[in-house]
């Protein structure tokens, strides 16, 4: 009686098998249904008729719905994708926006770390230039990156020697990182370069062609004054001035700034009120309309 009932079990289960692999929504079972049936199976449960009738209700019109669920699971699959690749772009650049530090904000010490090594480093350059040549100065720091470099090498490969490591070159990722300017950013950094320059030309022109008389004569003032700058002071030494100024006058200027701008707004109107005044007296000299 039981041979007879686990036969007819596996009848209706081959049955709704075939029902279900015409509409391709489960994997194949007919490999396990065609196998020999054990001496003893379990009594099929009041329940497995009514399982049947539902297998093949929903196998009728599984192609369609598995063509739905199919495009929903699609569509879900590339949106997903697309906002991951979104996301992993969006990270990629708020953190090659955070890495990069712009002058201002090494000027304005945003990140003090970051900026004191920026003024250390060029102030020693300059400090170093001021007593030694600048062939000197070049030479003895490609000989101190030369020694790093070859020391590091060395330790590695002694140290690959007694692991018995094959690690490779250990400044691999750096040689075969492509290290050349492509030919778009060198013509657009020209081309920003040449604007400026032709800028330059143009003003220099006018100021030594005496385009506007009172603008030549504030640059024969400021000559005059770097005359006495230069006896007292050299290149270097001004460029050390500088480089001090640049690191210590924006912090100060950012505290005080409301104080300092009514300084500089009664210096600048005395100027003013002094240049037009020597405008008017002036023989030749260009008046400047209020636009300008």
Known sequence: MC????????????????????????????????????????????????????AVKFGSNSGFLGGEIREKMDSMTQSAQISSS????????????????SVKDLIHWRDPKKSGVVFGLSLLMLLSLAAFS????????????????????????VLQAVQKSNDGHPF?????????IPPETFRKHVDASLTYINRGLKQMSRLFLVEDLVDSLKLAVVMWLLTYVGAVFNGITLLILADILL?????????????????????RTQVNATVAKLQEKLPGAVKRSKTE
């Open 3 to 54: 041979d007879m009932m686990s036969k007819a079990y596996l009848t209706c289960l081959r049955d709704a098998h075939e029902r279900l692999r015409s509409a391709m929504f489960f994997p194949p079972l007919l490999p396990l249904l065609h196998s020999d049936p054990p001496a003893r199976l379990a009594p099929p449960s009041p329940l497995a008729p009514l399982r049947s009738d539902v």
């Open 86 to 101: 979104q996301g992993f772009a969006d990270g990629q650049n708020s953190a090659a926006k955070e890495s990069k530090l």
């Open 134 to 157: 600048v062939i000197s100065v070049a030479s003895y720091l490609l000989l101190a990156l030369l020694i790093v470099t070859i020391s590091f090498r060395i330790y590695k490969s």
């Open 172 to 180: 691999k990722m750096l040689i075969n990182k492509d290290v050349s």
């Open 247 to 267: 690191f210590a006058v924006p912090p100060v200027y950012e505290k005080n700034k409301t104080q300092i701008d009514q300084y500089i707004d009664v210096v």
